[in-house]
Nanobody
Framework: QVQLVESGGGLVQAGGSLRLSCAAS????????MGWYRQAPGKQRELVAAITSGGSPNYPDSVKGRFTISRDNAKNTVYLQMNNLKPEDTALYYCNADGRTTLWTPFNSWGQGTQVTVSS
């Protein structure tokens, strides 16, 4: 019903920057929260950043000050600007959206992931 497509991942050296994008499409009535998660081999999936429909962001301490989440509600798109990347940021990054396909029907969808690799 709702599909998320991520883009912008790649290979970058430590200290570099990447900008991830995630576009939602399909049977969308509204989107409430959107966010980015990441999972590295042997690690639990963790929240990287989240943003409400009103634009209020949340970040864990591990990325605070380096990453910035934003969204374009008209385009159903969320972005993640990643600066001063570190090797420990290496992971598969997933986009998530929580909303409604109709006034009465909620949804929660995930993208397939985009790989971010930071070399030292």
């Amino acid at each position: 019903q709702v599909q998320l497509v991520e883009s912008g991942g790649g290979l970058v050296q430590a200290g570099g920057s990447l900008r991830l994008s995630c576009a939602a499409s399909g049977s969308i009535f509204s989107i409430n929260a959107m966010g980015w998660y990441r999972q590295a081999p042997g690690k639990q999936r963790e929240l990287v950043a989240a943003i409400t429909s009103g634009g209020s962001p949340n970040y864990p301490d591990s990325v605070k000050g380096r990453f910035t989440i934003s969204r374009d509600n008209a385009k159903n798109t969320v972005y993640l600007q990643m600066n001063n990347l570190k090797p420990e940021d290496t992971a598969l990054y997933y986009c998530n959206a929580d909303g409604r396909t109709t006034l009465w029907t909620p949804f929660n969808s995930w993208g397939q992931g985009t790989q971010v690799t930071v070399s030292s």
